[in-house]
Nanobody, 130 residues
Framework: QVQVVESGGGLVQAGESLRLSCTAS???????????LGWFRQAPGKDREGVSC????????DYADFLKGRFTLSRDNAKNILYLQMNTLEPEDTATYYC????????????????????WGQGTQVTVSS
């Protein structure tokens, strides 16, 4: 059973940066190869929305338009860790951030909704003060 774990959330001021991490246990020898990983976020009273995703094998990345280039995905292939670098944070970025995984032979799309991913982490809170 794949278990996803996120970390790295916290409280920052507007304009500052944070880096979230995502890894998993229960992976096969190939690690995240053959998986797509997605970052989602959910603010109180709002739906969970896609932030970004990566197809691990090919490295293709997709980002939500509303990020305006402020967030970037990177990865440590050897350690099977995915990072979400979040720069120039805004109060509107305040949310619980979730990492999710799914097996796929395709690329990925940030338009893939939450139901597309069977494996989820517990979430990490990001709070941006003004």
């Amino acid at each position: 059973q794949v278990q996803v774990v996120e970390s790295g959330g916290g409280l920052v001021q507007a304009g500052e940066s944070l880096r979230l991490s995502c890894t998993a246990s229960g992976l096969s020898f190939d690690g995240f190869d053959g998986y797509a990983l997605g970052w989602f976020r959910q603010a109180p009273g709002k739906d969970r929305e896609g932030v970004s995703c990566i197809n691990w094998r090919g490295g293709y990345r997709d980002y939500a338009d509303f990020l305006k280039g402020r967030f970037t995905l990177s990865r440590d292939n050897a350690k099977n860790i995915l990072y979400l670098q979040m720069n120039t944070l805004e109060p509107e970025d305040t949310a619980t951030y979730y990492c999710a995984a799914r097996k796929t032979t395709n690329s990925c799309s940030v338009s893939w909704g939450p139901t597309s991913y069977p494996y989820w982490g517990q979430g990490t809170q990001v709070t941006v003060s003004s």
